[in-house]
Every structure is written in C-alpha cells, then in structure tokens.
Nanobody, 113 residues
Framework: QVQLVESGGGLVQAGGSLRLSCAAS????????MGWYRQAPGKQRELVAT?????STDYTDSVQGRFTIARDKNTISLQMSSLRPEDTAVYYC?????????WGQGTQVTVSS
C-alpha cells in the first residue's frame, strides 16, 4: 500500500505561482506512475500531470508550459506558474501501484482574478 500526504496550495492572485508537494510512504519502490489531478466545484476530477518512474512527464493541454511536475525519491512536486482563475480546484496527488490507484487527501488552490 501507499500513503500520500500533500502540502502547499493556498490563495494566490492570477499570474502568480504556487508549489505543491506530495510525499509518498509505504511500498514506494513499486510505484509505477505518480501524478496530480484536480477537481473544481461541480466538475469531474481531471488529470493535470503525470510522471513515470523513468521520469517521463505528461501534461493536460491547459497547463502545458505553465506547470512542471518533478519527482525526487518518494516525493513529487507540481510547480504552478502563470496561474489563472480557472486553475482553482482541489488538487490531489495520485500514485498507481500494481494497477491500484491511491489518493492524497487533496489541497485547495484558489486563484483570484
């Protein structure tokens, strides 16, 4: 099993930056893929970015060029720049272990216009 603990988030003005971190514990050496998802009020949870064990990254189109996902041992981060009001959501850390998805508790990101 995997436990995920997120930190970061908060309130920022449009155009600003925030950094999210997620620390994984448990069977971390078997984690294949980690990433960030977000869920805005009234919307479905959506993929933001993923990073594989080899370091390959993938981003949803709306954050390409503005967000950067990184992985260091048992921690992943999401550096968010040029934030927009539409980036406002609860951000969740995700890890996939042998086909099972694990989730963090979520952290709120609010971007004011």
């Amino acid at each position: 099993q995997v436990q995920l603990v997120e930190s970061g988030g908060g309130l920022v003005q449009a155009g600003g930056s925030l950094r999210l971190s997620c620390a994984a514990s448990g069977s971390i050496f078997s984690i294949n893929l980690m990433g960030w998802y977000r869920q805005a009020p009234g919307k479905q949870r959506e993929l933001v970015a993923t990073i594989s064990r080899s370091g390959s990254t993938d981003y949803t189109d709306s954050v390409q060029g503005r967000f950067t996902i990184a992985r260091d041992k048992n921690t992943i981060s999401l550096q968010m720049s040029s934030l927009r009001p539409e980036d406002t959501a609860v951000y969740y850390c995700n890890a996939v272990l042998w086909g099972t998805a694990y989730w963090g508790q979520g952290t709120q990101v609010t971007v004011s216009s």
